[in-house]
């Protein structure tokens, strides 16, 4: 397998050459690819120097699949370049996200609905994919009627300049600023840009592309989401209530034997997920499972993950491996 990874001197870009190599994917080239004032440079992969070539170079070489994180424009751009020369591009922007012709694709969740004709495939939003990994199975089993999450989110999702803000902060020091306010000892509860509903574009996401990935238009979700000053992962609140009636035992250990999740949960033992403890996993974790006792049929839990590994690189790096494993690249 030729692989591309576009953005790969970006935060995600760095994580993703990491996840690849870590899972020891079946790979005989790699073409890094970045913006043209990188180009020439090189990065170090399993030990080998590969040099960073520029988006044309990239499609001339004709890689079997493209991993973009590269922003939305350029991957309007320049994915459908990549696969008109045969490349399939999983793209983790959300350019192609709510596309009706893309797939928005989580693959513990819906990777079966991938055939050899997808030649650009969603990568979801990181909020919306550690959540829908827990939530799949609870709908499989108990239907669910409505969602509410609230979300603690790491400053890593923003990217670099974020990191660098809370840092220069932190030491005192006066530097570009990322968001509008300062975000060290601080929590914003604004992630991307308002729209016209007065909800962000980050809590529409995670309304819309769980909807879709989950092929169910009638789950209701409602999300306020919120940046806090912590590197490592997303944490999340979650409120589900069902159509059905559950027993708590049976749905910890439905979740419990759900591939890709790890449940900690052990309250007398003060154990719960953390974004500290998530960080440089693959995992989605889940704790604090207990009902909802103002409402009938309902739960709450919280839900870590690590954004740049689960909510980007990793689940990009999983869908190339599902496609490699179906013979559909
Ligand atoms: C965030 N949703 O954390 C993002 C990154 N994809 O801001």
């Not at 650009?120 to 709908?139: D, E, F, G, R």
């Not at 749905?251 to 953390?274: C, H």
């Amino acid at each position: 397998m030729k692989i591309a990874v576009v953005g790969a001197t970006g935060l995600v870009g760095t994580v993703m050459l990491k996840v690849l190599e870590e899972r020891n994917f079946p790979l005989t080239e790699l073409i890094p690819v970045a913006s043209e004032k990188s180009v020439g440079k090189e990065i170090t992969f399993k030990g080998k120097k590969y040099a960073i070539v520029s988006m044309d170079t990239a499609i001339s070489m004709r890689p079997d699949i493209a991993l973009f994180s590269a922003g939305g424009n350029t991957s309007l751009e320049h994915a459908p370049r990549f696969a008109e020369a045969g490349t399939t591009v999983i793209d983790n922007s959300s350019a192609w996200r709510m596309d009706p012709s893309k797939k928005l694709v989580v693959p513990e969740v819906n990777a079966h609905e991938l055939s050899i004709d997808d030649k650009i495939i969603a990568n979801p939003n990181c909020s919306t994919i550690q959540m829908v990994v827990a939530l799949k199975p609870l709908h499989d089993k108990y239907k669910i009627k409505r969602v509410v999450v609230s979300t603690y989110q790491s400053v890593t999702g923003t990217g670099v300049k974020a990191v660098e803000q809370m840092m220069n902060e932190r030491k005192g020091i006066d530097g570009p600023m990322a968001y509008a306010y300062p975000i060290d000892l601080n929590v914003i509860p604004q992630i991307d840009v308002f729209v016209e509903n007065g909800y962000t574009k980050e809590e529409m996401k995670m309304i819309n592309e769980t909807r879709k990935i989950m092929s169910d238009d009638s789950i209701r979700l409602t999300a306020t989401t919120v940046r806090i000053p912590v590197m490592g992962g997303h944490s999340e609140s979650v409120n589900i209530e069902f159509e059905n009636d559950f027993d708590l035992a049976e749905l910890r250990a439905l979740l419990e034997k759900t591939e890709g999740i790890i449940v900690v949960d052990d309250i007398a033992n003060l154990k719960y997920p953390m974004p500290k403890d998530a960080h440089e996993k693959d995992e989605v974790f889940v704790g604090r499972i207990r009902r909802d006792e103002s409402m009938p049929n309902s739960v709450n839990m919280w839900i870590v993950a690590d954004n740049l590994r689960k909510g980007a690189a990793t689940n990009a790096v999983q869908i190339a491996e599902f496609l490699v494993k179906k013979g559909l690249v």
